[in-house]
């Protein structure tokens, strides 16, 4: 298979999480659900999630992504050519959430759009910032995966209030010459399994009407059995799909930053990839499934405590609502020179992402 060269690099200068302080345990969950916390435990690995306070929003928990990514880059909002939100939970259908972003950040030399692509959109979304990164036509680009999870999901469903929380994640994308960035990535889509996870209501096929809400249609819904299975059976192959595309076999990877919808997926997915469990990063059990956040916000974690340094190689591997998935090899800072010592030290010496 061909790799995949670009015409300039893109260093990941800034990364930032962020998390409501709001915890919920399985244990605070309302009694109605009818759910325990050892069914949580066992059938997803969750065992807590952060929820929204009701003065916060997606475009509020953006923000403060955006603004710890910003920082850590060194870079003012006014320097930015692009940014690009993913999220299906935006505080508007219309206006698009990248516009509440791109105001409150000051951004005003910025071009912004939203990119609705359920779990996967963030890792669109990179791909994408790097396309405008390898061309050469903008040079520093904010990508931020958000979502408010909680205002979306029906809390009289068991099978689906206690799978999601809400966070974001952000990182700063800045043209270099030196090699380093995205090295190989795959996207996909079936759309014949578009019902697999669905909010029926209050779009352009069931406009928003009594009855549609007396169905509870404007809530997310999720055949999960069949996503479950659909995504043990993908990851594996689309993880060494990109791996190949970046000219790497999975052994060169020191990182692989999956998409957090449940433990046992990621289980399943080091045992066929095999890789030791030790090789992914999962915080499932402290944020839930976060949407288009988890890769994000993983990724600032693991970086942030020191346990990942910005000179490894990365490989984000997600799947979601269409259906769709993606993987992505990406190396964040270049491996050789000044840049990738003063990364590792800056690594040493960070602060963990609240
Ligand atoms: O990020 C977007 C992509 N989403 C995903 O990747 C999710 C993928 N799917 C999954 O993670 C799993 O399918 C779930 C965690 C959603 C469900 O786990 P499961 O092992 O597939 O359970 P199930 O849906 O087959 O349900 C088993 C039983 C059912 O009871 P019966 O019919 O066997 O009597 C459910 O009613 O578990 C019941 N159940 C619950 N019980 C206690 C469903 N939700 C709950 C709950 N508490 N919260």
Known sequence: ME??????????????????????????????????????????????????????????????????????????????????????????????????????????????????????????????????????????VLVVGAELLSRFVDWQDRSMCVLFGDAAGAVVVEATPEPCGLQGFVLGSDGDLSDLIIMPGCGSAHPCSPEVLARRDQYVRMNGREVFKFATRIIGPICHQAAARAGLELDAIDWIIPHQANLRIIQAAARQMGLPLERFVVNIDRYANTSAATIPLAFAEALDRGQAHPTQRFLFVTFGAGITWGAAVVQPWPTSGAASQEAVAQADGRVPTG
């Open 3 to 140: 790799t995949q060269h670009p015409m300039t690099y893109g260093r990941i200068t800034g990364w930032g999480g962020y998390v409501p302080p709001n915890v919920v345990t399985n244990r605070d969950l309302p009694e109605w659900l009818d759910t325990s916390d050892e069914w949580i435990v066992q059938r997803t690995g969750i065992r807590e999630r952060r929820i929204a306070g009701p003065e916060e929003t997606t475009a509020t928990m953006c923000l403060a992504a955006a603004r710890r990514a910003l920082a850590q880059a060194d870079l003012d909002p006014q320097e930015l050519d692009l940014i690009l939100v993913a999220t299906s939970t935006p505080d508007y259908h219309t206006p698009p959430v990248s516009s509440l972003v791109q105001s409150r950040l000051g951004a005003s030399r910025a071009a912004a759009f939203t990119l609705v692509n359920g779990c996967t959109g963030w890792v669109y979304g990179l791909c994408t910032a790097y396309q405008f990164i390898h061309t050469g036509i903008y040079r520093k």
